[in-house]
């Protein structure tokens, strides 16, 4: 399974970008895929899930900013951010993982298939 992001970049707080993740070698449907962040010395952290039912899960701290969705044939996975801040800033991965019992979204990812990473700068 491959994963790669694009579409990060530095904008002035208020101002959109969006993030694309192209995803080839598994069956699609097969897996939940999410788009997580992470900031140097930090855990990295959950954005947005879409389970294998197409059902999406936002942290509290992009609701109504962020929109993720997919192309009909789930090999395409975009991240829509708007209105962006500054605590935005950071590296953003997008991931295929499998749900695992007793375990977070994030957790659960650590197990699966991630990108490379695209950053993402606000500036306030």
């Known amino acids: 399974v491959q994963l790669v992001e694009s579409g990060g970049g530095s904008v002035q707080a208020g101002g959109s970008l969006r993030l694309s993740c192209v995803v080839s070698?598994?069956?699609?449907?097969?897996?939940?895929m999410g788009w997580f962040r992470q900031v140097p010395g930090k855990e990295r952290e959950g954005v947005a899930i879409i389970n294998k039912q197409g059902i999406r899960t936002y942290d509290d701290s992009v609701k109504g900013r962020f929109t993720a969705s997919q192309d009909n044939t789930k090999r395409i996975l975009s991240l829509q951010m708007n209105n962006l801040k500054p605590e935005d800033t950071a590296m953003y991965y997008c991931a295929a993982f499998q749900p695992r019992f007793g375990l977070s979204w994030v957790a659960s990812a650590e197990f699966g298939y991630w990108g490379q990473g695209t950053q993402v700068t606000v500036s306030s």
């Open positions: 070698g598994y069956n699609s449907g097969d897996y939940c």
